[in-house]
């Protein structure tokens, strides 16, 4: 992949205007999103590199862990889709998933693969225990233990994320480095390309399974948000 010094100076731009927060998921192949407590500013982003086995990045609420959102609320979520990162690699290219963040509410997160939610792969955005201090990300991580893993496949509203050349509401805006189009639809409610934003929800869906390069140098451009150059 091929970048003009215009292009660079310009991506380097727009990452400044607009932070991107990275988590890298399974990262050394644990079972974790790292970091797996952030503060995200609304109208910010939140990419999700996926540097190792076959994971989601799903929302839920904290009150139904491992659990979609949609199961328990009016709030459609968002889910990222499986993502094989082996599949990947010998590209030298990562999985990502970029949500942008539009309200200060805490947003909840698991994997459904298998029982990763009950072994403590869940995270949180904008944790609020000032508010109430029982809502906590090691009290959600203590229920999830307890809880049995859903996911929006075993709905029947499951499949993969839109990489989206129909905007927010549906199929989302491409990835780093994803084409226009790429992956499924975005009127699938819990698909990667994901609904219209919801003021309980926290997020916008804004992105599908783009594809961030590994090459030197340039993945902490991509990785800050600066997919709209990448088209």
């Known amino acids: 992949m091929q970048f003009s010094t215009l292009a660079l100076a310009a ?5 400044s205007a607009q932070r991107t927060t990275v988590v890298y998921v ?11 407590n952030i503060r995200v500013n609304p ?18 609420n904290f009150d139904a862990p491992c659990q979609p959102i949609a199961m ?14 082996a599949a990947s690699a010998g590209m030298g290219m990562i999985p990502t998933y970029t949500v942008q963040i539009n309200s200060t509410n805490p947003v909840w997160l698991y994997c459904v693969q298998g029982r990763h939610c ?10 609020n225990t000032a508010a109430n201090s029982s809502r906590s990300l090691s009290a959600y991580r203590a229920a999830a ?19 989206g050349s129909n905007g927010g509401t549906a199929g989302g805006i491409p990835g780093a480095g994803g ?6 639809a975005g009127n699938n409610p819990l698909g990667g390309g994901g609904s219209t934003t919801d003021s309980a929800n926290g997020a916008l869906p804004t992105a ?13 451009l991509v990785a800050a948000g600066v997919w709209a150059l990448l088209l």
């Not at 399974?26 to 797996?36: I, V």
């Not at 009950?118 to 944790?127: A, D, P």
């Not at 084409?179 to 499924?184: K, Q, T």
């Open 11 to 15: 991506l380097a731009s727009i990452a």
């Open 118 to 127: 009950e072994n403590g792969m869940v995270m949180v955005i904008n944790e």
């Open 208 to 220: 599908g399974a783009g594809m961030l390069a590994a090459a030197p140098g340039m993945a902490g």
């Open 145 to 163: 233990a307890q809880a049995t893993t859903v996911g929006p496949a075993d709905l029947g509203i499951g499949g993969s994320p839109g990489g």
């Open 26 to 36: 399974a990262r050394n192949g644990t079972l974790t999103f790292s970091p797996n």
């Open 179 to 184: 084409a226009p189009g790429a992956g499924g």
């Open 72 to 85: 328990h609320t009016n709030v459609t979520g968002f889910h990222s889709g499986f993502q094989p990162a």
């Open 43 to 60: 109208g910010e982003f939140v990419q999700f590199q996926f540097l190792s086995g076959n994971h989601t990045v799903t929302q839920s």
